[in-house]
T-cell receptor, first 114, second 110 residues
């Protein structure tokens, strides 16, 4: 059981480049979320999904797009990378019951935009 | 969304109990209190959660006050490996978002 898998683990981008951070879970969880964590700060919610085909914005959605075509995958797209997007990105998944399930996190993608 | 308030940092001696407080005075009746921790920039790890009763598992105990406006996470015998940022989260109802605050930095010292 792999849990939540994020790829890549590390990435360096040039300003203006685009890329997709991948997140996959094998626990059949309904909910998935993306967070960013800047140095010395807490996790901030970027986008989340409550099921296949349904996504919504979190606290800091600007500059990021998401889609959820399958239960398993929740990719995060940076359309035009900016240095302000340098951060560690975490993906999480959790089950459907209201409030009564724990969230599982990936090990993070460390992104540097130069 | 119910907000939580935690101390910025705490120290604890190795082998002693670590008691981490959390205030959530605006919690709704059907919202749960969750605790997670993050060790050295790894992905956060679930610790425990509860609604109104005290809870205990192999990692920790959770004490929730009767009015549910505050709670305390207890690590009974803290070790150096428990040094981490501890997050108290109230699970929001709409959309099941999971929103983190700043957390408490717990430093366990020998």
């Amino acid at each position: 059981n792999a849990g939540v898998t994020q790829t890549p683990k590390f990435q360096v981008l040039k300003t203006g480049q685009s890329m997709t951070l991948q997140c996959a879970q094998d626990m059949n969880h309904e909910y998935m979320s993306w967070y960013r964590q800047d140095p010395g700060m807490g996790l901030r919610l970027i986008h989340y999904s409550v099921g296949a085909g349904i996504t919504d914005q979190g606290e800091v959605p600007n500059g990021y797009n998401v889609s959820r075509s399958t239960t398993e995958d929740f990719p995060l797209r940076l359309l035009s990378a900016a240095p302000s997007q340098t951060s560690v990105y975490f993906c999480a998944s959790y089950g459907g019951a209201l409030g009564n399930t724990e969230a599982f996190f990936g090990q993070g993608t460390r992104l540097t935009v130069v | 969304d119910a907000k939580t308030t935690q101390p910025t940092s705490m120290d604890c001696a190795e082998g002693r109990a670590a008691n981490l407080p959390c205030n959530h005075s605006t919690i709704s009746g059907n919202e749960y209190v969750y605790w997670y921790r993050q060790i050295h920039s790894q992905g956060p790890q679930y610790i425990i959660h509860g609604l109104k009763n005290n809870e205990t598992n192999e990692m920790a105990s959770l004490i929730i006050t009767e009015d549910r406006k505050s709670s305390t996470l207890i690590l009974p015998h803290a070790t150096l490996r428990d040094t981490a940022v501890y997050y108290c989260i109230v699970r929001v109802e709409y959309g099941n978002k999971l929103v983190f605050g700043a957390g408490t930095i717990l430093r366990v010292k020998s």
